[in-house]
């Protein structure tokens, strides 16, 4: 990949307000007062990074541009260094506007109904045990490595059809695309073409012996005319579902392990109350948002008071929006028993996450299966968390002691 | 003082985010996409006015309306 950029380097950040940075260690490391000091300067701030890009700081501004696609597309969903030509059929429908948006996404809504998950738990609660199996007899564990991370590729692994055991493939292409890929081009291209080649294979083997997965499920599918979708929609989507389905979890449950190793009282609560799990999950989606996506100004407009000129991208920080004390009491306090939780970690409008209720299940199963085998955990104080950078945020590594203290 | 509780889902906002299907499973269905309607006409049974009011106030796209009859 000789004629791709770069990697481009990033001073370090001194101005966050007008010079923002969501690649910065500072911020990779620990966003929340971040946030709150660009919230305090405004609803929408600007940095001349990424070639131009703004960020809402406020519930109120992040909704605002999400319902509104007249003057912002979705055909670019992150943000980088470079925006290269938009290709067709990136990853239908979270690059899709209106009006391709529609069809495309409804194609993919019915396998990820709230029904459809229920089918797929007890595979989820064999793939927990299973993993924990692995090394709940070993006393201590990289719970990011070992588990967060295996439980979602496992998942989206089995509804395509794809074997498990090409998680870490899976996993290295993923980082590859939503972390190197901001500020190394080659690498983003490089994953993107490996990927398609491995899908093109399966696509192939499937012509002759159909399956009952996601993959033979897209090339069955048929548009308004029945006409069936062109192979780079299939691959778009097949893309977008393995990309969109691992990373984005693995970080929500590795961030809600991460809380509970660090709250004593809320892991106590939920071991005596596992009702409460479900509710609780809502608090650690709302306060541990994963997931930043972007937009593009196409039109010049006004948010929440500010003007937003063409050709900038957009950092639309669901986190940032749902740390916001307008829209939350004790915003910056995690409260496992929130009853009023109207939290945007799935986005929303019309590109509201296909897979939450996947999601939503695999946090549940995940939590649950950890806190029936392994009542007791903590953080190990001779390792270090590591978290993620950039387009989604989680812990990727998570070194916990297991079994009470001595 | 309100006699009875009613509620209703905006289709036009509604994106199926399925919070209230999770919360009153009584008072709301989803369709073959996932997106949300009332359950027959809308109307409460008494003892599940909490949970009409929970789904309102946890609907991302304030899809859903109470009306007090
Ligand atoms: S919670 Fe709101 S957006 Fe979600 S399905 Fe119900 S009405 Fe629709």
Redesign the interface.
């Known amino acids: 990949m000789s004629d791709a950029t770069p990697p481009a380097a990033h001073p370090p950040v001194t101005d966050w307000v007008h010079d923002f940075d969501h690649t910065d260690p500072q911020w990779t490391e620990d966003p929340f007062p971040i946030w709150e000091e660009l919230r305090a300067a405004s609803p929408v701030v600007h940095t001349e990074r990424f070639l131009g890009c703004y960020m809402p700081t406020t519930y109120e501004a992040v909704r605002e541009i999400a319902n509104d696609t007249e003057h912002f597309s979705s055909r670019r969903i992150i943000v980088r260094d470079v925006r290269p030509e938009v290709a067709r059929n990136a990853a239908p429908p979270i690059t899709s506007d209106p009006p391709e948006h529609k069809p495309a996404k ?1 194609l993919l ?2 396998p ?4 459809a998950m229920k089918k797929l738990e007890p595979r989820m609660r064999a793939i927990c045990n299973e993993l924990i199996d692995g090394f709940i007899a070993d006393g201590k564990v990289d719970a990011a490595a070992r588990y967060a991370k295996y439980i979602p590729v496992r998942a989206i692994a089995h509804m395509l059809g794809i074997p498990e055991s090409d998680s870490d493939l899976f996993i290295n292409w993923i980082h590859m695309i939503l972390e190197l890929g901001i500020k190394d081009e080659s690498k983003l291209l490089q994953a993107v073409q490996e990927m398609s080649a491995y899908f093109r294979t399966h696509i192939e083997e499937r012509r002759s012996k159909p399956t009952d997965d996601l993959i033979s499920y897209l090339m069955n599918a048929r548009d308004k005319e029945g006409q069936p979708l062109e192979e780079s929609h299939v691959l778009g989507s097949l893309r977008l579902l393995l990309i969109a389905g691992i990373d984005t979890t693995w970080s929500a449950i590795g961030s809600s392990l991460w809380h509970l190793a660090k709250t004593p009282g809320d892991r106590e609560r939920l071991i005596a109350e596992p009702g409460l799990i ?1 509710t609780a999950v ?1 608090e650690l989606l709302r306060a541990y948002s994963p997931v930043t996506m972007a937009r593009e100004v196409v039109k010049e407009t006004t948010i929440s008071g500010c003007p937003v000129k063409a050709g900038n991208m957009v950092l639309l920080s669901f986190p940032a929006a749902n740390r916001d004390p307008e829209m939350f009491s004790d915003a910056d306090k995690v409260v496992i028993d929130r ?6 970690a ?1 986005g ?3 590109h ?1 996450c296909v897979g ?2 996947l999601a939503r299940m695999e946090m549940q199963v995940a939590l649950e299966e950890w806190l029936r085998r392994i009542p007791d955990f903590r953080l190990d104080p001779a390792g270090t968390v590591a978290w993620s950078q950039g387009t989604v945020r989680g812990p990727r590594q998570l070194p916990f002691l297991l079994g009470k203290a001595m | 003082m309100a006699e009875r509780l009613r509620v209703h889902v905006d289709p036009d906002k509604c ?4 919070r209230c ?2 919360l009153a499973p009584e008072l709301f269905e ?1 369709d ?3 997106n949300a309607h009332e359950a027959g006409d809308g109307v409460v049974p008494p003892g599940l006015e909490d949970k009409a009011w ?1 789904a309102k ?6 899809a859903i309306d109470v009306i007090e009859e």
Do not use: M, V, W
């Not at chain 1, 990820?112 to 029904?115: E, G, H, R, V």
């Not at chain 1, 009853?339 to 945007?344: G, I, L, Q, V």
């Not at chain 2, 994106?15 to 399925?18: D, L, P």
């Open positions: 409804q809504l019915p990820f109904t709230p029904d479900p809502e009853r009023e939780n109207r939290h945007a799935f929303l409008g019309i509201r939450s209720n | 994106q199926g985010h399925a299907k999770a989803l073959e996409y996932g929970l106030s946890n609907c991302p796209e304030i």
